[in-house]
């Protein structure tokens, strides 16, 4: 399976500042993902990260609020911005080789408390 | 739109003792696939096990084996000689060709020395 490093790991904000989270994947993928994970609960993907292109957002996510890059293959961020202390959560990157059948893998996931 | 859904918010077992999360799920697609994530304090996403649709036999990987029913869209987990190490928030995930996957709101499980 793909390594996947994702930093910070965690971070404490103050509001109305943005923070970029950073992803690195140890090789090619096809598909990028961002997730938000409150506290207690599951998982809700933000948008899917296109290489070249615009990120595909999903409803409830706009892209003032959370840009997102992907320069290449292996590589991705996700800003927070302007944040408030309702985006304190967990956010998680995850990769999949392929469209299909092979599962996505998860970094570890960056902790972000807002105060 | 497919949904997930884990009905059981918590579950117990006793250390050694077999225990099954059950997870129940909506589509109207023919291809897809399902799986199980463990996710520990650590917070890591663990992929557990998987499953493909088209597949009739049940997958099975060490002390985790799964029951999927494709008729009635269920997909439960058993863990058999239940660890301490066991212990984590269980997420059932769907996936079809091409798009993300979706996820159950969580079985958390705890193990009992």
């Known amino acids: 399976s793909a390594v996947i490093s994702q930093k910070p790991s965690r971070d404490i904000c103050q509001r109305g500042t943005s923070l970029t989270i950073q992803c690195q994947v140890d090789?090619?993928?096809?598909?990028m993902f961002w997730y938000r994970q409150q506290p207690g609960q599951s998982l809700t993907l933000i948008a899917t990260a296109n290489q070249g292109s615009e990120a595909t957002y999903e409803s409830g996510f706009v892209i003032d609020k959370f840009p997102i890059s992907r320069p290449n293959l292996t590589f991705s961020t996700l800003t927070v911005s302007n944040m408030s202390p309702e985006d304190s959560s967990i956010y998680l990157c995850?990769?999949?080789?392929?469209?299909?059948?092979?599962?996505?893998?998860f970094g570890d996931g960056t902790r972000l408390s807002i105060l | 739109a497919q949904t997930v859904t884990q009905s059981q918010p918590e579950m117990s077992v006793q250390e050694a003792e077999t225990v099954t999360l059950s997870c129940t799920y909506d589509?109207?697609?023919?291809?897809?696939?399902l799986f199980w994530y463990k996710q520990p304090p650590s917070r890591q996403m663990i992929l557990v096990i998987r499953?493909?649709?088209?597949?009739?036999q049940n997958a099975t990987e060490n002390r985790f084996s799964v029951n999927f029913q494709k008729a009635a869209k269920s997909f439960s987990l058993k863990i058999s000689d239940s660890q301490l190490g066991d212990a984590a928030m269980y997420f059932c995930a769907y996936r079809s060709a091409g798009n993300d996957m979706r996820f159950g709101a969580g079985t958390r499980l705890t193990v009992k020395p």
């Open positions: 589509t109207s697609e023919s291809d897809y696939y």
């Open positions: 090789s090619q993928v096809t598909m």
């Open positions: 995850s990769v999949s080789r392929d469209s299909n059948n092979q599962p996505q893998h």
């Open positions: 499953q493909e649709a088209y597949k009739q």
